[in-house]
């Protein structure tokens, strides 16, 4: 559940790999036999000492209490460290026994031999939503009618994590994963949004992939993910399917793309990121139907109309602890498009990304933009331009939206098990430029100007693999002409994680 993900380094070979687990695996076995070694040692000590005691309390007349009370003292005191001693070697013979069974488990086996883990989130999730909302399980903004309660699973996440062989000096990687948040019910409508990607007619959906060469300070990649000027994403349990504050801030919408990272090192402990790709950008979901004549199959985006691919870059200063730490970065992105009425027009934005680790356990994170067309984003109230056709000439006009908001967000980790998040996200195109284009009787995509999202959680993990949590979310939704309209959401989460 975000930037290109972070992948393990390691430029040795594989029979360098295999001679060092063999190694490891012996003087772990070393160790095993060193602890049982000392062990029997301890119970003979033991035996002689508890021999030793009952030959005292046979040979010793009464006069000689005081002989008698000194070994029951000194008894009494050696035999709880000895105790002690024998505990702390079981503890660690187990731990031993552990690693030793964890390196000689079943593996799941791939076609090229190379490691490769499943992983997911199996996840069940409740809600409450006080007033209508466009999606019941998975809300982005509130409309007019009465509100809903339900649960769900369709947000359960799967996927793999593989590693391949060594190229160019360069270790290979590649994950993939998916969720069940497909559209049931197929809909050509350009009016309603039913969810970004949900076009098919089947519940699985892909997410997101990558898959790179990643050397010591460079890392070549192409993948299906977030903007890299949007690296970073708010922390929910709930929002899974789509990101917390998609549509109210948050520029998250998975793109395909061919980048490259380097990082180069600044200030002692500090690095300088660099980061450039090519995006293909997908159309808003609130896309104008095609003027032209129809066609079979699945039309060209706008951006792919174009002809020409979008590129983004960033450049971002990083903490001692690179991709967990601190940051401060600053992007940028530009991607031409041929709009349905033959007119091109360019989409841009400029960004700021930030992360700060603050004291008493706090993080502050958040992103900011301003741009124009970037409905394709997860900006633009769901579109990247407005447009009305003229009732004389049958022509239509249209004009790319402003578009400025952000989102920031605070957490304070109590303890390893607790965390708090609260955050706040904001999406608003000019309402100068939309008021001229707003459809009487529309929809409220097709009047909406601007979305705020207020939220607030907990997220309680009792261990590595279990996930509870209890979310508050407020949905502030404002057309263009008419009254905002609001819906508080109150959401519980439960998952498993493998």
Same mark, same amino acid.
């Given at each position: 559940? %975000?930037?290109?993900?972070?992948?393990?380094?390691?430029?040795?070979?594989?029979?360098?790999?295999?001679?060092?687990?063999?190694?490891?695996?012996?003087?772990?076995?070393?160790?095993?036999?060193?602890?049982?070694?000392?062990?029997?040692?301890?119970?003979?000590?033991?035996?002689?000492?508890?021999?030793?005691?009952?030959?005292?309390?046979?040979?010793?007349?009464?006069?000689?209490?005081?002989?008698?009370?000194?070994?029951?003292?000194?008894?009494?005191?050696?035999?709880?460290?000895?105790?002690?001693?024998?505990?702390? /070697?079981?503890?660690?013979?187990?731990?031993?026994?552990?690693?030793?069974?964890? %390196?000689?488990?079943?593996?799941?086996?791939?076609?090229?031999?190379?490691?490769?883990?499943?992983?997911?989130?199996?996840?069940?999730?409740?809600?409450?939503?006080?007033?209508?909302?466009?999606?019941?399980?998975?809300?982005?903004?509130?409309?007019?009618?009465?509100?809903?309660?339900?649960?769900?699973?369709?947000?359960?996440?799967?996927?793999?994590?593989?590693?391949?062989?060594? *190229?160019?000096?360069?270790?290979?990687?590649?994950?993939?994963?998916?969720?069940?948040?497909?559209?049931?019910?197929?809909?050509?409508?350009?009016?309603?949004?039913?969810?970004?990607?949900?076009?098919?007619?089947?519940? /699985?959906?892909?997410?997101?992939?990558?898959?790179?060469?990643?050397?010591?300070?460079?890392?070549?990649?192409?993948?299906?993910?977030?903007?890299?000027?949007?690296?970073?994403?708010?922390?929910?349990?709930?929002?899974?399917?789509?990101?917390? /504050?998609?549509?109210?801030?948050?520029?998250?919408?998975?793109?395909?793309?061919?980048?490259?990272?380097?990082?180069?090192?600044?200030?002692?402990?500090?690095?300088?990121?660099?980061? =450039?790709?090519?995006?293909?950008?997908?159309?808003?979901?609130?896309?104008?139907?095609?003027?032209?004549?129809?066609?079979?199959?699945?039309?060209?985006?706008?951006?792919?109309?174009?002809?020409?691919?979008?590129?983004?870059?960033?450049?971002?200063?990083?903490?001692?602890?690179?991709?967990?730490?601190?940051? /401060?970065?600053?992007?940028?992105?530009?991607?031409?498009? *041929?709009?349905?009425?033959?007119?091109?027009?360019?989409?841009?934005?400029?960004?700021?990304?930030?992360?700060?680790?603050?004291?008493?356990?706090?993080?502050?994170?958040?992103?900011?933009?301003?741009?124009?067309?970037?409905?394709?984003?997860?900006?633009?109230?769901?579109?990247?331009?407005?447009?009305?056709?003229?009732?004389?000439?049958?022509?239509?006009?249209?004009?790319?939206?402003?578009?400025? =908001?952000?989102?920031?967000?605070?957490?304070?980790?109590?303890?390893?098990?607790?965390?708090?998040?609260?955050?706040?996200?904001?999406?608003?195109?000019?309402?100068?430029? *939309?008021?001229?284009?707003?459809?009487?009787?529309?929809?409220?995509?097709?009047?909406?100007?601007?979305?705020?999202?207020?939220?607030?959680?907990?997220?309680?993990?009792?261990?590595?693999?279990?996930?509870?949590?209890?979310?508050?979310? %407020? *949905?502030?939704?404002?057309?263009?002409?008419?009254?905002?309209?609001?819906?508080?959401?109150?959401?519980?989460?439960?998952?498993?994680?493998?």
């Amino acid at each position: 559940m %975000h930037i290109l993900y972070a992948q393990t380094t390691d430029q040795e070979s594989l029979p360098e790999q295999i001679r060092k687990l063999t190694e490891s695996v012996a003087r772990t076995q070393a160790q095993l036999e060193q602890s049982q070694h000392q062990l029997d040692e301890m119970r003979q000590q033991l035996g002689a000492l508890q021999r030793q005691m009952a030959q005292n309390g046979s040979t010793v007349t009464p006069p000689a209490i005081s002989t008698t009370a000194s070994s029951s003292s000194a008894a009494e005191t050696t035999s709880p460290a000895i105790t002690t001693t024998i505990d702390d /070697l079981r503890e660690r013979q187990a731990i031993q026994e552990s690693q030793i069974a964890t %390196h000689e488990q079943t593996k799941v086996e791939s076609k090229s031999r190379y490691p490769v883990k499943i992983t997911g989130l199996l996840l069940l999730n409740g809600f409450v939503n006080t007033r209508q909302v466009d999606m019941a399980a998975t809300p982005t903004i509130a409309i007019p009618g009465s509100g809903s309660t339900g649960a769900s699973v369709q947000q359960t996440v799967l996927g793999f994590d593989a590693r391949g062989p060594h *190229l160019f000096g360069a270790h290979s990687y590649a994950d993939l994963s998916v969720d069940f948040d497909g559209n049931p019910q197929p809909s050509s409508s350009s009016t309603n949004y039913i969810g970004y990607y949900n076009t098919n007619i089947a519940l /699985l959906r892909l997410r997101t992939a990558h898959a790179g060469l990643q050397w010591q300070h460079t890392e070549a990649y192409f993948s299906l993910d977030r903007p890299i000027f949007s690296p970073d994403a708010p922390t929910s349990l709930t929002a899974m399917a789509e990101p917390a /504050l998609a549509w109210s801030g948050n520029l998250w919408t998975w793109n395909p793309q061919v980048g490259v990272t380097r990082d180069l090192g600044f200030a002692g402990s500090r690095n300088v990121r660099l980061q =450039g790709a090519l995006i293909d950008v997908g159309d808003a979901p609130l896309s104008p139907a095609t003027i032209s004549a129809t066609t079979t199959g699945t039309p060209p985006t706008t951006a792919e109309q174009s002809r020409w691919p979008g590129a983004e870059a960033r450049v971002a200063l990083l903490g001692s602890k690179l991709d967990e730490g601190s940051h /401060l970065g600053f992007g940028g992105y530009f991607a031409p498009h *041929l709009s349905p009425f033959g007119r091109r027009f360019d989409a841009w934005a400029g960004t700021l990304d930030i992360r700060l680790l603050l004291p008493a356990r706090l993080q502050f994170t958040g992103s900011f933009y301003r741009g124009e067309a970037l409905g394709g984003l997860g900006g633009g109230a769901f579109k990247d331009l407005a447009y009305r056709p003229d009732p004389d000439t049958g022509r239509y006009y249209f004009r790319p939206l402003d578009d400025v =908001g952000g989102w920031a967000q605070l957490k304070e980790k109590i303890s390893e098990r607790v965390e708090l998040n609260a955050a706040f996200g904001l999406d608003n195109v000019f309402a100068k430029e *939309l008021r001229r284009y707003a459809v009487p009787g529309g929809t409220t995509y097709q009047n909406l100007a601007r979305n705020r999202t207020y939220t607030g959680n907990v997220i309680y993990s009792p261990s590595a693999y279990l996930l509870f949590s209890l979310e508050y979310r %407020h *949905l502030e939704s404002s057309p263009v002409t008419g009254l905002s309209t609001g819906s508080n959401v109150i959401g519980i989460g439960a998952g498993y994680k493998f």
